[in-house]
């Protein structure tokens, strides 16, 4: 019998000794899921081979700690807990009374100053004037001091040459009166005798006497020139006398000179005590400003603890302002960063929004791990040493599209899952 003519079911194997077939829809399946499994290891080597992923990634973003400045008793809190405000809203309002004193104070001071100055400058003009018109009059009469003893000293001279003529005037008219003396007495003499006229003793009586007048009007004349050079030397003394008032008036005149030196010094304190004013003045309406707690940006407050009525320091922690700018901060291991660019695209997943995948790009790479920056980073060189994976932190942020209708509910803290497409570089 040939193989041809061999029954058909003889040629069909069989399974083990029980001799049951294998059903022909359980090897499809079992191909379908051996190449289904095939095709998903390929596609998870494929995404695994230019994908790092982490979930040790958190939602960051500026958290503004809100603070005063001074001290100072809070009056009114216009703010609510998680309130949208814009950048400089006012959010807390301080006292304003003491401060509006110190302003009030600041703007007396400086008007003090300013009239100080004024005061001194014109000071300054009439001291000058003054000074001027001392020195020039005191010029002058020094001059005429001088001129004043020169004309003394010459009437001096004069009445002294004066002296010696009425004296030899009066020995004239002594010798005169002499010799008329002498001939009257004769002539009575020789009348009495007879042996002459009357005529001729009358006439001798005459030239007596005009003789004796003579000798009495140099005598005077002596005299007054011994008068005038007494009062000619009297004048001398007297023009000496305006020489040194009329010194003295010049040192006077140049002290009043000193004194407006010393009035410019008094303005240019006048002036630098404006400034003085001036500078408490603005720092009196920085202060009253800074009653007005404002917001630096926009955002929502967080962690509110002020009240009305409360009594705050400089520094002391009010409130805060989230800025509705998050990022992503995902701190990957070190060997996940071999290829890792800034501007490489990242998938976002958030535990909050799980049905919704936001998109970014890495912005950048920090320049240390986080055991660098942390209050006591370890030192590998003490003790025993164990090999850890370090952990740096890359910043994410986010597309802008992405966040359409999610602006207001992502928070900084949330945790998301990133995964950064290294294949390609940075995308364009």
Known sequence: MSVADTPVKEAL??????????????????????????????????????????????LTGHLHQISSRINGTVRAVLIQDNQTVNAGDTLVKLDTRDFELRLRQ?????????????TAA???????????AQKTGAQGGLSAAQAGIATAQAAVEEARAGIPTAQARLAQARANLIRAELDYRRYQALEVQGALARQQLDSAKATYDVALADRQAAEAGVR??????????????????????????????????LQTEVNRNQYLTAQAQIAQAEVALSDAQLQLSYTNVTAPTSGRIGRRTVEAGQRVQPGQPLLAVVEDRPWVVANFKETQLERMRPGQPVEIEMDTFRSHTFTGRVDSIAPGSGAQFALLPPDNATGNFTKIVQRVPVKIVFDPESLKGYEDMLVPGMSTVVSVNVGNGPEK
């Open 224 to 257: 007054q020139a011994q008068s005038r050079l007494a009062q000619a030397l009297e004048r001398v003394t007297s023009a000496r006398a305006g020489l040194v008032q009329s010194q003295g008036s010049l040192q006077e005149a140049e002290a009043a000179g």
């Open 122 to 132: 014109a000071n300054i003009a009439l001291a000058a004037g003054r000074a001027g």
């Open 13 to 58: 194997p069989t399974q083990g000794s029980t001799g049951r077939r294998i059903n022909p829809l359980l090897l499809v399946l079992a191909g379908t899921g051996i190449l289904a499994a095939a095709v998903f290891g390929y596609q998870w080597w494929q995404h695994a081979s230019i994908h790092e992923e982490t979930d040790n990634a958190v």
């Open 106 to 118: 600041a703007r007396t001071a400086l008007e003090t100053a300013r009239r100080e100055a004024s």
